[in-house]
């Protein structure tokens, strides 16, 4: 089992840049694959990025690609979503999600972390 912690969210104005992170906890943090999602006021949960267990190999969502980068450090247990050229539409609760099984649904989320950005 593993825990997940999200932070780095805030306040930022289009076009900026924020850093989240996701804190794991366990020793097992590199057994996982990882994703990161979002919620926007009154719309459905999307993804946004997804990273496998060794770094190798890395997915974004549409609306994210070239503008957002995902990646880990498993010797520190912890995921990192860079997030550049941000639009008012980024405006979301970010959650992170891991996964044992490659190409499965996420087994353990996060609580989020509220990324607001301000045209």
């Known amino acids: 089992q593993v825990q997940l912690v999200e932070s780095g969210g805030g306040l930022v104005q289009a076009g900026g840049s924020l850093r989240l992170s996701c804190a794991a906890s366990?020793?097992?943090?590199?057994?996982?694959?990882l994703g990161w999602f979002r919620q926007g006021p009154g719309k459905e949960r999307e993804f946004v990025a997804a990273?496998?267990?060794?770094?190798?190999?890395?997915k974004y969502g549409d609306s994210v690609k070239g503008r957002f980068t995902i990646s880990r450090d498993n010797a520190k247990n912890t995921a990192y979503l860079q997030m550049n050229s941000l639009k008012a539409e980024d405006t979301a609760v970010y959650y992170c999600?891991?996964?044992?099984?490659?190409?499965?649904?996420?087994?353990?989320w996060g609580q989020g972390t509220q990324v607001t950005v301000s045209s």
């Open positions: 999600a891991a996964r044992l099984v490659p190409i499965t649904k996420y087994d353990y």
């Open positions: 990273i496998s267990r060794n770094g190798d190999n890395t």
């Open positions: 366990g020793r097992t943090f590199s057994s996982y694959g």
